[in-house]
């Protein structure tokens, strides 16, 4: 079985959030020589494939084997993966199945390794993600097997493959802002109190604001304001209250606090509550260190691109390897189907995505 082999066989499992349809079963067998353990929890199932060469480095490859539902307009049963004109079309080609065959392909194939090589897999990250990688890390703490570094084979490129790796993730910080007023005939203004006029001169001070100047590695944390409503849907009724919710993508520069002083720097004099949840939080890994830099040359090597090194776009379970100090990279397919109908990725990329991570293999130690 090659990697493309592969690929069309786990796109064959019906793998909706949270079932893995028997996929992490087929990935143990299939992977005979190394080790298995599964942490299981709440109905999600995470498995840990190992296998110890050598006294070196422990190196971890790491994905989720769930999709999305496949939703409507189709051209072809979603489930059952269609080779047409060079692509494979079907849910999680790119989200990421292709990544999950290139390197568990790879360590199929591997022979030699100056260290431990591993798998790791959730069939929760599509979802909630409570009960998946998280859960495994814990375990693996405590059994002392945290990886010293690991690749995340999620679809990390742009335009052309190759073009670009994740080296960490901004976190993610929603804002609930209500301001109470006192609701009142529109005819006499002067006898409520309007929140939304209260609102109206500070606006700009939070709206699209940059909390931060951001680094070299990040953009500034921005301020997004994604909702505002107040009122009864009618013109001689002054609202009583008013809910704005926002969002910043934050830097490793602005924290919560950071960003609950700035609120309340313009909205001290309101009768206002503010409620800040943290949905991720952010990491980099140091673009000297010894992942970044092997599998940046692993690319140039087989497809000749010199790759950047980026922090855009949403979150992934690499924010999970963050928090446990582990070195981690995402680095996958072209990120331009996910999620949508008729989802695909070319032959030719998961075939290179496959040689990249033999290449990493390979020049690691």
């Not at 422990?58 to 080779?83: E, K, M, Q, Y």
């Not at 963050?322 to 695909?344: L, W």
């Amino acid at each position: 079985m090659n990697v493309v082999d592969l690929l069309l066989k786990l796109l064959s499992f019906k793998s909706l959030t949270p079932d893995d349809a028997g996929s992490l079963k087929f990935i143990e067998e299939y992977l005979d020589g190394f080790e298995a353990m599964y942490v299981n929890k709440e109905g999600v199932k995470n498995l840990f494939l190992s296998k110890k060469f050598g006294e070196g480095d422990h190196l971890c490859f790491a994905g989720h084997v769930d999709v999305v539902p496949a939703g409507d307009n189709w051209d072809t049963n979603p489930f059952v993966p269609v080779i047409k004109e060079g692509k494979i079309y079907a849910r999680g080609t790119q989200d990421m199945k292709s990544g999950v065959a290139a390197f568990v392909q790879t360590c199929k194939e591997v022979e030699d390794f100056n260290g431990t090589l591993s798998v790791l897999l959730t069939s929760d990250e599509e979802g909630e993600a409570k009960y998946g990688t998280v859960v495994m890390l814990e375990y693996l703490k405590v059994q002392g097997m945290l990886p010293d570094y690991c690749i995340v084979a999620e679809p990390t490129c742009e335009r052309t493959f190759g073009d670009a790796i994740k080296i960490g993730r901004r976190g993610s910080i929603n804002g609930y802002l209500t301001i109470q007023g006192k609701q009142g005939h529109a005819a006499y203004p002067e006898k409520a109190i309007n929140p939304v006029h209260q609102l109206a001169p500070i606006l700009d001070k939070i709206a699209g604001v940059n909390l931060d100047n951001g680094d070299d590695d990040f953009a500034p944390s921005q301020m997004v304001i994604t909702d505002i409503r107040g009122g009864m849907e009618v013109t001689n009724v002054t609202p009583g209250s008013l809910k704005l919710m926002f969002n910043v993508r934050n830097s490793t520069k602005t924290t919560q606090e950071e960003v609950r002083v700035h609120i309340d720097k313009y909205f001290h004099d309101l009768d206002y509550i503010l409620e800040l949840t943290q949905g991720s939080y952010p990491f980099v890994t140091t673009r000297d260190s010894k992942v970044v830099k092997c599998l940046a040359q692993s690319i140039e090597n087989i497809t000749g691109v010199k790759t950047k090194l980026s922090t855009a776009g949403g979150t992934s379970d690499a924010r999970f390897m963050g928090a446990y100090g582990i070195d981690v990279v995402e680095f996958g397919v072209i990120n331009d189907t996910i999620h949508a109908p008729n989802e695909c990725t070319s032959v030719v990329e998961v075939e290179k995505l496959c040689e990249v991570f033999h290449e990493m293999v390979k020049t690691f130690n």
